[in-house]
């Protein structure tokens, strides 16, 4: 499989918690990276003591000159910059679009402008909606359940109108749910994080719905490979690949494995189903197995083990 190679990547949002893995990836493969972070959501920390001072810009997205600075002299773009939370964009839907669809378009016509030979752009499985079929592939439908989700599928539009019209050479991966080190606890937290933080509190597990909705785990290590394999694997601009697992775990199998490792019987409580939460969902990866060479390695149970090792 033929590969790319370039010198300097550009990370928006890289000091968050997907952003920062990718980070630490590509430095550790040798690249030099810099960073886009307007830190509304991302930490510092999180990349401090990596970057070279002049290689990280405080600034956001919808800034055109931040951005036409920030492009300068990068091959490629990892665009993680983004609202996330399906509750925070159904309270805030202009403020996530402006984010996550205009920010994507403003930082796309600026890489048009300095040719960059690669952009990344992450996005999520929640374009889908509900699944018609399972497991999910790159050709299911989109239908988009919540203002979060419609601005993942704009920013794709934009991805592909640029691809299609512009020669812009885009990949989109659309990650399943993610977890591990560094994901930030807060009124939004993904529900792997609100697990275990409501353990460690010694409390119930709170499930929003009935506990049987399915969703495809997939560790923030293997995430990191992915947009790895993304930016350097030859031949796929303009191709969209499915980041997950390729497991269907319920939530209510997810709270008992939690529970098991937390060794203490807390129970769980049931409320009222989430606006904008599908009830099933996983990944057919095929291809990004066949054309990344993307192999997932790190199991639900291992990584739940290692956040365990990690708090300890």
């Known amino acids: 499989m033929k590969r790319k190679v370039f010198s300097r990547v550009l990370v928006t949002g890289g000091a968050g918690f997907i952003g920062s893995h990718v980070v630490d990836k590509l430095m550790d493969k ?20 990596r970057l070279k001072p ?42 996530t679009h402006r984010t996550n669809v205009e920010g994507t378009l403003n930082l796309s016509n600026a890489c048009l402008k300095v040719d960059v030979k690669r952009f ?3 996005s999520s499985c929640s374009v889908y909606g509900e699944s018609s079929y399972l497991p999910v592939d790159e050709k299911h439908p989109t239908s988009p359940l919540s203002p979060y989700a419609a601005s993942k599928l704009g920013g794709e539009d934009c991805c592909r109108i640029h691809h299609e019209r512009h020669g812009l050479p885009a990949v989109i991966l659309r ?24 353990a460690r509190k010694h409390l119930p597990l709170v499930i929003f719905g009935d506990g049987g909705q399915t969703r495809d785990f997939v560790h923030v290590w293997d995430v990191a490979e992915a947009v790895l394999r993304a930016l350097e694997t030859d031949d796929v601009d303009g191709e969209t690949f499915n980041i997950g ?58 990584g739940l083990r290692s956040m365990v090792e990690e708090a300890c």
């Open 30 to 49: 040798g690249y030099d990276v810099r960073v886009l972070d307007n830190l509304s959501a991302g930490k510092f920390v999180n990349i401090e003591g």
């Open 54 to 95: 002049a290689s990280f810009f405080k600034g956001d997205i919808n800034d055109v000159d931040v951005v036409e600075k920030c492009v300068q002299g990068v091959d490629a773009v990892v665009h993680l910059a983004a609202i996330t939370s399906i509750p925070f964009s159904v309270e805030h839907p202009a403020e």
């Open 120 to 122: 990344v752009f992450v």
């Open 175 to 198: 990650l399943f749910n993610v977890y591990g080190p560094r994901q930030e606890l807060n009124a939004y937290s993904g529900v792997i994080t609100r697990f275990f933080d409501q």
């Open 245 to 302: 697992f390729g497991r269907a775990t319920s939530v209510n199998s997810l709270a008992k494995s939690v529970l098991e490792l937390a060794g203490a019987d807390l129970g769980i409580t049931y409320e009222k189903p989430r606006v904008g939460d599908v009830k099933a969902s996983f990944a057919d990866i095929s291809k990004a197995e066949k054309q990344l060479d993307y192999k997932p390695i790190v199991p639900l149970e291992k």
